[in-house]
């Protein structure tokens, strides 16, 4: 019971910290310009890419060969799963919508943002997992101090990285019109699951953890499609298609520097 409480705390602190970067839409003075969106765009995509590398590649790589897997298959076939799994969602709703629309005051939600968010939620369930099956392991072995620390110390690896990535769910929100309180409403939701996870995770610790390496690599493989499908090309239709880069460049800058320091 002690390793659940402490995951869900360990999950409520990373959830809160996508909190306070979704707030960040609040310090917009108007609705953004073609421009800044493209912008907005660009540095969702760049957060996306680095995530996808040092939060969940990397790792799925380190645990599956700690846990004598063939890591290069597993990571590489779960890769391949979330690919198939955002294509599957992409054609859904290429069919059923051209927009995607709110049920309050009509406002159109384009698809490229509805993948993204997609994208990033799916991202978040294994981040909590691993909040949650490193506070479990923790609590098994309490003679063990550095298990808890390094539990404490992943905690808030995660949640700091997680700052940038409300950001980059809650701001393009508001580009399609929607507004800022939903949009950080979006934007926050968006890390929900980490504590339903993490808890799950937690109680199922023996039989969760040898999957870890899979979801890590299928959470990368939906943010990768949703970047090349969806992102980037909107990020490029303007006539200075250079802003949309800039916005990459900075947005992968900032979650790589957060990644590899923390």
């Known amino acids: 019971m002690n390793g659940v409480i402490f995951a869900l705390i360990g999950t409520l602190f990373t959830f809160s910290i996508t909190t306070l970067g979704a707030f960040n839409v609040f310090f917009v003075t108007r609705k953004p310009g073609d421009d800044i969106q493209k912008v907005f765009l660009g540095f969702a995509g760049g957060v996306m890419v680095a995530a996808s590398i040092w939060s969940l590649l990397v790792p799925g790589i380190e645990a599956a060969n700690a846990d004598g897997q063939i890591s290069w298959l597993i990571v590489s076939g779960g890769f391949i799963a979330g ?80 700052y940038p990535e409300g950001t980059a769910v809650a701001l393009p929100l508001i580009g399609d019109g929607m507004s800022k309180k939903k949009a950080f409403l979006t934007g926050s939701l968006s890390a929900a699951v980490e504590p339903v996870f993490g808890v799950m995770a937690a109680a199922l610790s023996g039989f969760i953890q040898p999957a870890l390496p899979l979801l890590l690599s299928l959470a990368a493989g939906t943010m990768i499609y949703v970047v090349v499908e969806e992102l980037i090309p909107q990020a490029h239709m303007s006539e200075r298609d250079t802003i949309g880069t800039l916005g990459f460049v900075v947005g992968f800058l900032l979650m790589m520097i957060l990644d590899v320091a923390l």
Do not use: W
């Open 83 to 162: 690919v198939m799994l955002l294509l599957a969602a992409d054609r859904f709703m290429k069919k059923k919508y051209e927009k995607m629309k709110c049920r309050s005051k009509n406002i159109t939600l384009k698809k490229n943002t509805v993948m993204m968010i997609l994208a990033i939620t799916i991202h978040n369930i294994p981040e909590g997992i691993a909040v949650g099956l490193a506070f479990s392991l923790a609590t098994q072995e309490p003679s063990n101090a550095g298990l808890m620390s390094g539990a404490i110390a992943l905690a808030i690896g995660i949640g700091i990285q997680n």
